[in-house]
């Protein structure tokens, strides 16, 4: 059991190393223009300085100069179906070049933006505190606390969570949760001990209600976790209150020395995760695309579509298999359909509505699919070379679609 929640809290900071994504960008109406619409006017804009220039040095007259700007300006009004001062050009291109630069961010400066430098020392620190604690206690007082009933230190423990968690809202709100963090991890470590204590009669509990111990563990941290992050209006918080969802619903990282398994416990949950996973994307997207704002519920909007859309991915990606074993040819068909789908609609959404994490994991295991795939290919041993040599190919160019399309994948930088 200890194992099993150590890899919860190991499966929290790989998870939130990986990414914690931004807020997509607001909506303009520079979404409208197209390149071509956006090179022309900049065409324009040269245009109309060189004319302004013409006529300060009297290579042209003022009425002259006034028809060529008129005709510019023209040409502008069709392009942008209004009419528009030269002014007002300026000002369109200079903030449509700043939109453009915002948007081609890659995925890990997206990060740098939001889970900053001192957002990590916060997170590893509130880490380091509680295992430091514990190591120092074990050290200096031991012999003295062997002296003390089990009972006593299992009410200290949660004495002292309950403490950090509620205590945090005497301070300042950028401190508040700082405080809170601490007690929130620490309750992996109460649970762990009641479990040591109580191991007995909680197998019993579990074998005659025939209740998972590992999921009831993830459903009381996320219901804890979820609660204190809207007290606390905590993004961080309610990153790990759904990470701890998923884990309820069947997901699961398995930390092996120099390993790290990600999937799910066991395989008939696998369509039970996915299609809950799927639920809860299309909640949140649905949330983001018709901007609406729902009390309480928009500081998990970036754990629900970071690990809504990864466990989704993942379980199509088992269940497209062709080694998931199907039965059915159709139902077989069904689900490679219903992963392409997804994979172009997730890139789709995620760029017209600006959610980066959408468009960066639809992207990242659409290709992953089409590698699935290949190796479906029937090969035959005596063509296990040209297989090779044909993925070296594939991954060659996938590696130069990366680079010049880095917003549709994960880790691209």
Known sequence: MRRKLLTILISLIILLSIQIPLPACAQTNFHDLTSSQVQQLTAIKYSLTTVDDLESRGVLSVDLANLQRKYYLTNAQTLLSSPVAPEQLTALLKNYDKLHDVQTLSIKQRIAGFFTFVNIIWFASSILLVIAIGWLVALYLLPILFAIPPGVYEIIIYAVCLTSIVGGREFASGIAEFIA?????????????????????????????????????????????????????????????????????????????????????????????????????????????????????????????????????????????????????????????LTIVSGVAAIF????????????????????????????????????????LGLAVLLYLSSLIVRMYPQYFLFSV
């Open 181 to 337: 963090l601490p007690g929130c991890l620490g309750l992996i470590g109460a649970l762990t001990f009641s479990e040591y204590l109580h191991r007995k009669a909680l197998q019993q509990f579990y074998e005659e209600s025939k209740i998972d111990r590992f999921s009831l563990y993830s459903l009381i941290l996320f219901c804890i976790w979820a609660a204190v992050a809207i007290a606390y209006n905590s993004v961080t918080i309610a990153f790990l209150s759904v990470i701890s969802l998923e884990t309820f619903l069947g997901f699961s990282v398995l930390v092996m020395p120099l390993c790290y398994f990600i999937g799910f416990r066991e395989r008939k949950v696998i369509p039970r995760t996915t299609a809950a996973s799927f639920l809860l994307l299309v909640f949140y997207v649905g949330l983001k695309i018709t901007q609406t704002d729902i009390a309480y519920l928009n500081i998990f909007s970036s754990g629900a579509l970071f690990m809504g859309a990864f466990v989704y991915f993942i379980g199509l990606l088992i269940l497209s298999s062709k080694w998931h074993g199907h039965n059915n040819l159709w139902h077989y068909v069904g689900l490679q359909i």
């Open 349 to 388: 959404i995620g760029s017209v509505w600006h959610i980066a994490q959408l468009q960066g994991i639809g992207g990242t295991f659409l290709f992953l699919y089409l590698l699935e795939k290949y190796w479906e290919l029937p090969w035959k041993k005596q063509s296990w070379a040209w297989a090779t």
